[in-house]
């Protein structure tokens, strides 16, 4: 199996992003029902969590393409760790957005519920309240990715 995870074939490679992304998307799914049927779904604090899974996603996901290219890792070259992350964030916040979307379409309570607590009140309407969403998932994507390709760097030199 390493050798068909290469760089030299990148539509199994986006096999490790599409595995990893789909696996945190149903995880924010759950995690978000499960809290949605205790009658927590309004609370925004609960995204915290939703943070702290993704990092771990991220870390699975990087790690699996640093086992299978390790000479990406050696040579310092951080950007193929970077954008595999993003690809990761890209498949797993991009889904939970979309499906969030329709959901707040859906149930219009839970939607003004937010609005409520929501400092931009009338304005905020599903598209924007995912947006968000999807704004600050791929940040954290972006950003977590960089620290933890570095991270991975380090301590391989320290091998």
């Known amino acids: 199996m390493n050798l068909l995870l290469t760089k030299e074939n990148p539509s199994l490679m986006n096999a ?26 309004s609370r925004g604090e609960f995204h915290l969590f939703n943070g702290v899974f993704q990092i771990f996603c991220l870390y699975r996901a990087i790690r699996t393409y640093y086992i299978l290219n390790p000479d990406d890792i050696l040579k310092g070259n951080y950007l193929y760790g970077v954008a595999q992350g993003l690809r990761t964030s ?47 998932g791929l940040a954290i994507g972006l950003i977590v990715s960089y620290i933890l390709t570095r991270l991975f760097e380090v301590a391989s030199k320290m091998i």
Do not use: C, H, K, Q
């Open 16 to 41: 490790i992003a599409i595995r990893t992304g789909l696996f945190m998307m149903f995880g924010f799914i759950i995690f978000f029902l499960i809290m949605y049927w205790m009658g927590y779904g």
């Open 90 to 136: 890209v498949i797993g916040v991009g889904g939970f957005a979309i499906l969030m979307t329709l959901f707040l379409y859906w149930d219009t309570d839970l939607m003004n519920a937010i609005r409520l607590s929501s400092s931009m009140g009338d304005s905020l309407n599903p598209f924007t309240a995912n947006l968000f969403i999807l704004t600050e």
